[in-house]
């Protein structure tokens, strides 16, 4: 995908915003950097394109919130994992929409966005992982 915009933080979640999970991807050796930044961080090349990654991937890792900042005590319990995208990035982010006893490593999960997260400054789009 060849979008002309920033490589930059705000960039992501502006495309966040619009329902997309964007990296940057190095023109010269390939990789795909999330958080985007505007030199690659194993090449040193400036040239990069911005790549829309597949929403899905698999569970690596979780834990079980029971004791959350002030914020997040609406939430207890409520699960945190590491998500391996189709791509090979990993991705942490809040789990919804499964039982604590049906979850497990290696389930299939994909990517929602969600503005009703509990958020202070800044207000960015926020997103969460959901069975696929």
């Not at 004791?67 to 391996?84: D, E, M, N, S």
Request: include cysteine; proline fraction near 11%.
């Amino acid at each position: 995908m060849a979008e002309t915009a920033p490589f930059t933080i705000e960039q992501f979640y502006r495309f966040m915003s619009q329902g997309k999970l964007m990296a940057a991807q190095c023109m010269e050796c390939g990789k795909i950097m999330l958080p985007p930044r505007p030199v690659c961080d194993k090449c040193f090349s400036d040239k990069l394109q911005w790549k829309e990654l597949t929403p899905k991937g698999r569970l690596e890792t979780y834990t079980v919130i029971h004791v959350a900042p002030p914020k997040f005590q609406p939430l207890t319990p409520y699960t945190v994992g590491i998500v391996r995208l189709e791509e090979g990035i990993r991705l942490p982010g809040m789990i919804k929409g499964v039982e604590l006893e049906n979850l497990h490593v290696g389930m299939e999960l994909e990517i929602a966005f969600d503005s009703s997260l509990p958020s202070e400054w800044p207000a960015w789009p926020k997103y969460y992982f959901k069975p696929a």
